[in-house]
């Protein structure tokens, strides 16, 4: 690129030639190919050292936070490492879950309970394995909510619960107004 600027402005004599210039666009591809498969294997490596590392802690409870929403699950990011892991659907507490993909959800569909992306929840390490870098969760309770989303959970009886949060117990409501 800098040799296509100094003879793009004539700034010397060591501009890029005219046979590399014929082939900017197949040496862009090229460099973007290289630059995204060294990104996939340094992110590989790092998956792998992170599953290793936490391989003795199996089942210790982290704190992390929602990443991402599947139909078969949510990933999460742990908050002291950063190690990504996923929590399978089966491992999601008492319920059926439908994946919302537009509010990038999972909603439970007899008791309401609503997982979304950036909530923060306690999770407990099932599986961590370094051969793939993969780590399962298993969940332990939310944490906190994601901005807006706090919401009144329903009990099994379909009908409005008393503020308690269905996980801790904790009341997500005080005298009618959101705790902070």
Do not use: C
């Amino acid at each position: 690129m800098h040799r296509a600027l100094i003879r793009l402005f004539k700034l010397g004599d060591d501009g890029i030639s005219d046979d590399e210039l014929s082939r900017l666009e197949e040496l862009g591809e090229h460099i973007s190919k290289t630059e995204r498969r060294a990104i996939d294997a340094e992110r590989d490596a790092s998956d792998r050292y992170t599953s290793l590392y936490l391989a003795s802690n199996i089942g210790g409870e982290f704190e992390g936070r929602i990443s991402g929403v599947t139909r078969a699950g949510i990933f999460v990011r742990l908050t002291e490492t950063g190690a990504d892991g996923f929590v399978p659907m089966s491992q999601l507490p008492d319920d059926y879950y439908n994946h919302d993909e537009q509010n990038q959800r999972l909603v439970g569909s007899k008791h309401g309970k609503i997982f979304r992306l950036a909530d923060t929840l306690k999770v407990k390490l099932v599986e961590a394995d370094p051969v793939v870098g993969g780590l399962r969760f298993s969940i332990v309770g939310v944490v906190g909510r994601a901005s807006g989303s706090e919401k009144r959970f329903r009990d099994k009886s379909g009908g409005k619960n008393d503020g308690r949060h269905p996980f801790s117990g904790k009341r997500s409501f005080q005298k009618g107004k959101r705790r902070r």
